[in-house]
């Protein structure tokens, strides 16, 4: 185990996961999604019931396995190990999510034993997956800080309609209204933009969008 307060590396992380991986010279573009699949990812998980809950077919919607079936064992085998949260229609208990209510994938259980816990894929394939769950641990993080951003806007807008309609009219107040009406809708499009679409880069996306994956501490 790390020393405390040491940075967590992901090379080594991931050289310790997956045989053969210090030799990729090509690591980090390897295993990024490309933008036309994390787009294709973030579309199909919200066609599900719980979006923020990674679906059975996410591994065979990014093109990282070749069957569903492939798919839903991948997804069972992460489920098993702790490593992401199934949706509570699975029918396979949610558990606790990893912070707050929102975030469902935790990498922090990634360990040396995942190479064989999914030895029926490629070692490329699984490098892919590891990518993916990056990219979507980071996804729930971002919709999770729009929650909050959400929920601030719309404590002010009750905060607004408690106060006497008169009052707030005499002071402008029509003009905040439109303003937080105004911030609430920015809030709504940013939810649904796909990454390629974002102004921002995402992290685990293709070349040229950000193949920095995140610091994590031990």
């Given at each position: 185990?790390?020393?405390?307060?040491?940075?967590?590396?992901?090379?080594?992380?991931?050289?310790?996961?997956?045989?053969?991986?210090?030799?990729?010279?090509?690591?980090?573009?390897?295993?990024?999604?490309?933008?036309a699949h994390a787009d294709l990812l973030f579309t199909y998980q919200q066609t599900l019931s719980y979006p923020r809950?990674?679906?059975?077919?996410?591994?065979?919607?990014?093109?990282?396995?070749?069957?569903?079936?492939?798919?839903?064992?991948?997804?069972?085998?992460?489920?098993?190990?702790?490593?992401?949260?199934?949706?509570?229609?699975?029918?396979?208990?949610?558990?606790?999510?990893?912070?707050?209510?929102?975030?469902?994938?935790?990498?922090?259980?990634?360990?040396?034993?995942?190479?064989?816990?999914?030895?029926?894929?490629?070692?490329?394939?699984?490098?892919?997956?590891?990518?993916?769950?990056?990219?979507?641990?980071?996804?729930?993080?971002?919709?999770?800080?729009?929650?909050?951003?959400?929920?601030?806007?719309?404590?002010?807008?009750?905060?607004?309609?408690?106060?006497?309609?008169?009052?707030?009219?005499?002071?402008?107040?029509?003009?905040?209204?439109?303003?937080?009406?105004?911030?609430?809708?920015?809030?709504?499009?940013?939810?649904?933009?796909?990454?390629?679409?974002?102004?921002?880069?995402?992290?685990?996306?293709?070349?040229?969008?950000?193949?920095?994956?995140?610091?994590?501490?031990?």
């Amino acid at each position: 185990m790390a020393a405390p307060n040491k940075k967590f590396s992901w090379t080594r992380l991931i050289t310790n996961a997956i045989p053969n991986f210090a030799n990729d010279a090509n690591t980090s573009q390897d295993i990024n999604l490309s933008p036309a699949h994390a787009d294709l990812l973030f579309t199909y998980q919200q066609t599900l019931s719980y979006p923020r809950y990674l679906g059975e077919n996410a591994f065979f919607i990014t093109g990282i396995v070749g069957a569903e079936s492939v798919s839903l064992k991948v997804w069972k085998g992460l489920v098993k190990n702790g490593i992401i949260l199934p949706s509570p229609e699975s029918g396979k208990g949610g558990g606790n999510p990893v912070k707050g209510e929102q975030v469902t994938v935790n990498t922090r259980n990634i360990t040396s034993n995942f190479a064989n816990q999914h030895a029926t894929i490629s070692v490329h394939a699984q490098r892919k997956v590891v990518g993916l769950l990056f990219f979507w641990e980071e996804e729930c993080v971002r919709l999770s800080l729009l929650d909050s951003e959400e929920e601030e806007i719309l404590a002010a807008v009750r905060e607004r309609e408690g106060v006497g309609r008169g009052q707030v009219e005499g002071e402008g107040g029509e003009s905040g209204g439109r303003d937080l009406e105004v911030a609430l809708e920015s809030v709504r499009i940013r939810r649904g933009l796909v990454p390629s679409k974002r102004a921002e880069d995402t992290a685990n996306v293709g070349v040229g969008r950000g193949h920095e994956l995140p610091g994590y501490v031990r």
